[in-house]
DNA sequence: ATTATTAAAGATAATTTTGTCCTTAATTTT
DNA sequence: AAAATTAAGGACAAAATTATCTTTAATAAT
């Protein structure tokens, strides 16, 4: 559904959210292992999730430094993260791939895809980072690196 | 939510389905046209969807000739287009891009998730081909070459 | 048979995405 | 102040996707 970009961004977020506070930061290291994706690219996806523009992600250099996440930042939805990633689209977009999916120019999928777009939507919109990471639905300790 | 590879092939097949008959065929240059996509990766995906193991679309070489979709294959699901491609792992895998999608491994998105994969997949497994191209839904004539 | 038309097939190119590496800057510890 | 640790940033490389071009094969019309 996503690409890997956005896939490793949403992990790594939640990733955050599980294991850092303000007190205790995770390095770049550990959060690339943890979620099971490359190093340096995880360090490049973050960047992005900590800019200026996004600040969903915070971030300290030097020793004891690492990646955490705001009482704030987390209480936004998880939307915010797809949407740094500049993928929203593919969760507003035609699934055909053809402009302006609403019911003013409808395609021929669009009547049965209106009511999933929708659900698809609010689960992105509705679920804040913070609950989606400390969900009950799924707590085991290796979650994220089981392996492929 | 699909690549441009897949959109294309869900197009060119709606478009045959709707203009052509074993009477009536249609040219790449036609369907490329209709379908707003580039002539030769047109023909490349047409190939893939007119291939021994997906035959969704027929085809005929020479003057008059062109490509055509069977009463049997216009009954099938769209499903088989995105299978053909290979992107149906698209609907049916994890939102984070973990392995194994399902209820003995969930992650945690994926007990939101779980309804909507199922109308997502239902959409595509229980419409046919036919049904979706002659929709009343939307039957514009310059449909899908919208100007983008 | 020859010519024209159309898809099939293969080679190549451009672009985007994904992944790696190396240097710099920031910050803490010693 | 110096050394160590960590993220930031930029350059580069590999792989995958998308797009184009050229030649070949099939078929029909002349
Ligand atoms: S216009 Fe195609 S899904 Fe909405
Ligand atoms: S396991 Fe992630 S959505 Fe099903």
Redesign the interface.
Known sequence: ??S?ST??A??AT?YIARQSSIHKKVSIQEIAEGIGAPKHFTAKILQQLSNKNAQIVSSISGPSGGFYITEEASKKPIYIVVEAMGENT??E?C??????CNDA?????????K??KK??LG?FKN?TINE??N?K??LTPV??N?N?
């Open positions: 559904m996503f890997k896939e490793y949403l992990r939640i593919v969760i977009s699934v055909l791939g053809l402009p302006n120019t409808p395609c021929s999928m669009h009547k049965s895809y009511g999933i659900e698809l689960m679920r989606v990471a969900s639905d799924c979650y994220f089981r492929k």
